[in-house]
């Protein structure tokens, strides 16, 4: 037991935080995405997949648009498909899954009455006429008329739109205010809504929003049967037909007894609709949303397209006694929705899809209490696996692994099947695989224990590639002090302080660690071993732990690299409006001590000795020749595939001995041939430089100046030879230049 305490510890931990998710006192995304996956899947797998014909759906399609012409229709056509649906093919009842909140006035009888006023004002004939035809011009008076007297349950909009005001008119609340009071059902709340004009409210039986409830990966899977607006409370579409179909003059809230639940359960999980032949009862989830039963893909109702209904291509038997619902398909008047299904589903459809799912009892339940169950499921198969899994052998692990995941998805799936009853599951799936998981790599693990802590050890310094390379033989490395040729990396800021005092101390964090960032990428994919940060300066070296023959050609090309990354990097901050950043890189290839060296308190494993001081000198200098990066003559001896221009012969302090110092142009592969000639007469001012033909020189470097303006390095030769023809060196100067300060 005491062995596996560290397991028991770890996959206790990680049950609890599961279970945490379970009870909702914080939430995981992945496994809210993969229950909804695994909710669409049951879904999939259970549909009827058989269409249903006691609804059809009228579809204001393409065809009807071709025929028709182009949506909104005038109302006397719709006055003519209300009266012909009625009278003609006898439906039953009529749901209609638009909205009718502007006037029309396609007739034409506003001019008229305009004109009426106006300009015939006093032509009685005129007027009488205009009396004689109102009637016949009022398409809204028509279409109010038409619906008067007919089981037609109109369609409005509920939102959250900040801008507008509200449009047309409700129909009474089917819950007043304060019905729920002291209870704290968090139902879908809106502050706007679209509605119907007010003689068209009238007119009709009744009247239910068509919102439904997009979950968070933009599913339509809900729809809320009683939405607040205002603090009043108001029904679907598809619950205001069920209710006119079924002669149901209210609806009652619907609360579990106090005997099987406690007194601090105030959720509704049910809405009954009292009717002469008795109560339906309708599962509602804690927003007082109904799942969509979906019978299946689109087309699991009848659909018929309005062009045929209005000119009476359909044979009325095919309609009668049915429930119509009005909707579209055309992709122009959106009203494509994602559903579990499809991707692109008919809104219209999910109503029909509520309305057969009632009358035959079949929509699913999500009560509130699902969430205790939710915490039981995990609670259970975390205890089986955290403490019984550390006792078994690998095989029988995994066998007991299997059992469990099988009998949590057998249970889940018979609470579906058989009791209509939606549990999430895949928080008690996923905690069965990690502990699975933890237990069968703990020994794996512990047994490497040495291997990750070499790891751990120069994994701060050295890419991830290299400490792999380093752990098949860690024997061979250590971080004793030994003496190596290597080469050393040294790059600074230019004009930091300047920057550091025109950004907020917020920003400046940012932006130095997006520039460290990038330019560490940039090291470790040469296999550097970055050795430290100095402030915004960056130290580097190439050859140790690990030897390698190319460090020299490493770091040239890493400093190449970091200048071409730094492009990328000042386009990013101009964006933001960050100030751009220059960079000096100096690289220098010499016999120096590496190892781990500090104090007792703290060590770092790190390079010393003559090469690495040249190193960091070189990189001062940048900034005097205007260059991005200078290297020493011995890194230009070993690298051979690269163009080099030499920029100079120095003295630096501390050392005796001139050196010559290039400046990396790129790979010979990239360098064109003007660049060729650029460098070519280049040297020759340079050699010119030396043997002090100072006008000739001068000269050389106008004519370089031409061809590169922008060049800061011929500028500070020119000045350099303008001084030395002031003062001349002399007859014994070498054209070395000194430096006395670092």
């Not at 009292?274 to 007082?288: F, K, S, W, Y």
């Not at 069968?440 to 390379?469: C, H, I, N, W």
């Not at 110092?661 to 460098?679: N, Y």
């Not at 030879?721 to 003062?727: D, E, G, H, P, Y």
């Amino acid at each position: 037991m005491k062995q596996h305490l560290v397991r028991y510890a770890v996959g206790a931990l990680i049950a609890l935080v599961l279970a945490g998710h379970a009870a909702r006192f914080f939430q995981f995304g992945l496994i809210n995405q993969l229950d909804a996956i695994a909710y669409d899947a049951k879904l999939r797998l259970t549909m009827p997949r058989q269409v249903d014909d006691r609804v059809v759906i009228l579809d204001i399609d393409e065809k009807s648009l071709a025929e028709v012409g182009r949506w909104p229709w005038d109302r006397r056509r719709m006055a003519e498909l209300v009266g012909k649906l009625f009278d003609r093919y006898g439906i039953s009842l009529l749901g209609v899954d638009i909205v009718f909140a502007e006037p029309d006035d396609s007739s034409g009888l506003k001019t008229l009455e305009a004109l009426a006023r106006t300009e015939f004002r006093n032509d009685a004939a005129f007027v009488a006429r205009l009396d004689e035809l109102r009637p016949r011009l009022d398409y809204d008076r028509l279409f109010a008329r038409a619906l008067e007297g007919r089981p037609v349950i109109l369609g409005y909009y509920l939102s959250n739109r900040s801008e507008g005001t509200a449009t047309g008119a409700l129909p009474e609340p089917v819950l007043p205010a304060g019905t729920f009071a002291g209870r704290n059902i968090p139902f879908t709340s809106w502050t706007n809504h679209g509605g119907n004009l007010p003689e068209f409210q009238r007119s009709a039986l009744g009247a239910g929003h068509f919102n439904p409830m997009v979950d968070f990966d933009g599913i339509s899977r809900r729809v809320p049967m009683i939405a607040e607006y205002k603090g009043s409370y108001y029904e679907a579409l598809s619950l205001a037909m069920v209710r006119a179909l079924l002669g149901s003059p209210k609806v009652v809230p619907g609360y579990p007894q106090e005997s099987v639940v406690s007194r601090g359960y105030t959720a509704m999980e049910w809405i009954e609709l009292p009717t002469a032949r008795g109560t339906l009862r309708i599962p509602v989830d804690e927003n007082a949303a109904a799942l969509i039963p979906y019978r299946g893909a689109q087309g699991s109702f009848p659909y018929y397209s309005l062009a045929d209904v209005l000119a009476e291509r359909i044979a009325p038997e095919r309609l009668r006694g049915k429930i119509a619902l009005i909707g579209t398909t055309a992709p122009g008047l959106l009203d494509l929705r994602a559903t579990p299904v499809s991707g692109a589903y008919p809104g219209v459809e999910i109503h029909a899809n509520l309305i057969t799912g009632m009358l035959d009892g079949r929509i699913l339940q999500k009560p509130l209490y699902v969430v205790g169950a939710d915490v039981v499921t995990t609670a259970a198969a975390g205890l089986v696996m955290v403490f019984l899994l550390p006792l078994l052998s690998p095989l029988r692990a995994t066998l007991v692994t299997v059992l469990v995941l099988a009998l949590l998805i057998a249970i889940n799936l018979a609470f579906w099947q058989f009791g209509g009853l939606v549990l999430p599951v895949s928080g008690a799936l996923l905690l069965t695989f990690l502990l699975f998981a933890l237990n069968m790599s703990y020994g794996y693990f512990v047994e490497s224990r040495a291997k990750r802590q070499f790891t751990d050890l120069f994994g701060q310094y050295v890419p991830p590639e290299l400490v792999e390379e380093m752990s098949r033989d860690p024997e061979s490395y250590s971080m004793e002090g030994r003496s190596a040729e290597l080469s050393v990396l040294f790059s600074d800021v230019r004009g930091f302080t300047t920057i550091s005092e025109s950004l907020e101390p917020k920003q400046l964090a940012a932006l130095m660690n997006e520039y460290l960032g990038a330019m560490t990428a940039v090291i470790r994919a040469q296999r550097g071993t970055l050795d430290k940060y100095i402030g915004d300066a960056i130290m580097a070296f190439w050859g140790a732990p690990v030897e390698d023959p190319e460090h020299a050609r490493r770091a040239v090309v890493a400093a190449l690299g970091m200048q071409e990354a730094l492009d990328g990097v000042n386009r990013a901050f101009a964006a933001r409006g960050w100030p751009q950043l220059r960079i000096g890189v100096g690289v220098n290839t010499g016999q120096m001590t590496v190892g781990d060296m500090g104090s007792a308190v703290r060590k770092s494993y790190t390079v010393m000795g003559d090469a690495v001081n040249l190193g960091s000198r070189l990189e001062g200098l940048t900034k005097k020749y205007g260059v991005g990066i200078l290297v020493g003559e011995d890194t230009r001896k070993t690298v051979r595939d690269i163009v080099f221009r030499e920029v100079d012969r120095v003295r630096v302090k501390g050392k005796e001995e001139p050196v010559a110092i290039f400046e990396p142009i790129g790979p010979e592969a990239s360098v064109g041939k003007a660049q060729h000639e650029e460098l070519k007469l280049w040297h020759q001012a340079l050699r010119l430089y030396r043997s002090q033909a100072w006008d000739q020189a001068e000269l050389t470097l106008l004519n370089l100046t031409r061809i590169a303006p922008a060049c800061r390095l011929y500028n500070y030769y020119t000045e350099r030879v303008a001084a030395l023809r002031k003062a001349p060196p002399g007859s014994g100067w070498n054209g070395v230049t000194v430096f006395e300060e670092k």
